[in-house]
């Protein structure tokens, strides 16, 4: 399974904020920790803003910072945010048509449940475990 470039760029945003706190943090300064286009990182920081993961300001001496403790905001929760859907397969075609195996096919029913053992571990990780060693972290990104 590969994640989006959605889910990987929420993940950066949420390090650089925690690695920060209490500071701001732009959106042009992950675009250059991080070589990921501005743009790509507008959408990201709205969505977890208006999802309360961030606390937004605009204008001059805008920016982000965390909306949550890093202990409260759980891996899997990122993930679901910004993958389109949990299900690996929908067993239809580019014409929506239904898989002929379907009424006899056990994929979707395995692929189901690895998909939730995937989220059950990422639900068992928040924010916190990722920046556990903040100093070599923050060495590593120059922050």
Not at 6 to 23: G, H, I, K, N, T
Request: glycine fraction near 8%; proline fraction near 3%.
């Amino acid at each position: 399974m590969r994640l989006s470039a959605y889910s990987d760029y929420a993940f950066r945003v949420l390090m650089q904020a925690a690695l920060r706190v209490p500071e701001r943090v732009t959106v042009d300064e992950v675009a250059e920790t991080f070589g990921i286009s501005r743009h790509h990182l507008v959408k990201v920081v709205h969505d977890l803003g208006r999802s309360g993961y961030l606390e937004t300001r605009r204008g001059i001496g805008g920016g982000f910072t965390l909306a949550r403790p890093p202990e409260e905001v759980r891996l899997g929760d990122i993930v679901r945010l910004g993958e389109e859907s949990e299900t690996v397969i929908d067993c239809r075609d580019r014409s929506n048509r239904i898989c002929r195996l379907l009424p006899c096919c056990r994929l979707k029913g395995v692929l189901a449940e690895a998909a939730a053992a995937f989220f059950a571990v990422l639900d068992g990780y928040t924010l916190a475990d990722l920046v556990k060693q903040p100093s070599k972290m923050r060495a590593v990104l120059k922050l």
